[in-house]
């Protein structure tokens, strides 16, 4: 009669249990519903367009709340659990992502793995830095602005970037996900003209923002950008230059100080009222003011309340 070992009996019994563990997160069956995650609420927004009812889509941050010094919550270690992939940037705005997958035992989300989704790959990357980087230039985006779905036109590129991701790892979805993206793309392709008209009177209209949120929505709708306040994200901005923008704003006539919803106003209130111009406060991302949380519902939101505060 032959014995298994006790030691090789031990193993297997272990060996048994991971995969009966392991079974909802790997070789997922045909039918089940998707389960992603995505970094942030723009990409939460586009994500869910593409997967609509195939699966859930969660995010990783509140909405409203400021991505670039975010505090890790336990909630976020449970969706890094439960997710079968990951929706990320792919710059800089969300690496704190990094820390909570790799302490998450979820090993599927680690970056460069297939089941993570780059949405930036592809795109023309807008400020990357060059020159040396250290802490006195504060948080700053070394690998360029990752703020890239302000501008309607990088959807095409980021949604198949989701869609390739979301198919490789469900090739029996690819076909819907695929007919998903394409009627998403014709609802922004069709709302992008709306925003077009919008700010077209307009065009050329310098602005100035307190983070360097909008370059790529300045150049969608042929807007100035003039300069930022926080020129060293998270480190307070020097007199000099602010002396500087302002006389600038008053040489330009600017007459609007975008300021993130997640950041004091104070600053932006004292440079608009210096230079004549008003501040505007915008949600940088869907979700953080009531009705918003689609993609076309945050961009209509934008675009209103600047062509507004433009004719004021
Ligand atoms: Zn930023």
């Known amino acids: 009669m032959r014995t298994v070992s ?3 009996l031990c193993a297997l019994t272990a060996l048994a249990l991971i995969a009966t563990v392991a079974a909802p997160w790997s070789g997922a069956p045909a039918q089940s519903r998707l389960r992603v995650l995505a970094t942030l609420p723009d990409l939460w927004a586009i994500t869910r367009a593409i997967v609509g009812d195939l699966g859930e889509v969660q995010v990783a941050t509140r909405p409203g709340q400021n991505p670039h010094d975010l505090e890790i919550r336990p909630s976020q270690f449970v969706l890094v659990k439960r997710a079968e992939i990951l929706v990320r940037n792919g710059l800089d705005e969300d690496a704190w992502i990094d820390a909570i997958i790799e302490s998450s035992g979820n090993p599927r989300l680690l970056r460069g793995a297939p089941s ?5 790959r592809g795109l023309t990357i807008l400020k990357i830095r060059t020159g040396p980087i250290d802490r ?4 700053v985006h070394p690998s360029g602005n990752p703020h890239f779905t302000l501008d309607p036109g990088t959807l095409p590129v980021v949604t198949a970037n989701i869609v390739a991701g979301l198919g490789r790892l469900r090739p029996d979805l690819a076909e819907r996900l695929d007919a998903n993206r394409r009627a998403f793309l014709d609802d922004v392709a069709a709302a992008a003209h709306r925003w077009s008209d919008a700010l077209a009177p307009h065009r050329g209209a310098p602005l100035v923002s307190y983070h360097d949120s909008w370059p790529y929505f300045y150049q969608a709708f042929g807007l100035e ?12 901005p020097s007199p000099r230059h602010l002396i500087a923008l ?3 704003m008053r040489q330009r006539r600017a007459k609007v100080v975008l300021v993130e919803s997640w950041y004091p106003t104070d600053t932006a209130a004292a440079v608009a009222r210096a230079a004549g111009a008003r501040v505007l406060v915008l949600p940088q991302s869907p979700g953080a003011v009531k ?6 519902a945050h961009l209509d939101f934008l675009v209103t309340s600047l062509a507004r505060a433009l004719v004021e």
Do not use: F, H, K
């Open 6 to 8: 006790r030691p090789l």
């Open 116 to 120: 993570v989704v780059e949405a930036v």
């Open 136 to 139: 006195s230039l504060g948080d």
């Open 225 to 236: 950008d003039l300069g930022v306040i926080e020129d060293r994200p998270g480190v307070p």
């Open 246 to 248: 302002i006389s600038q």
């Open 291 to 296: 009705g918003t949380d689609t993609y076309i």
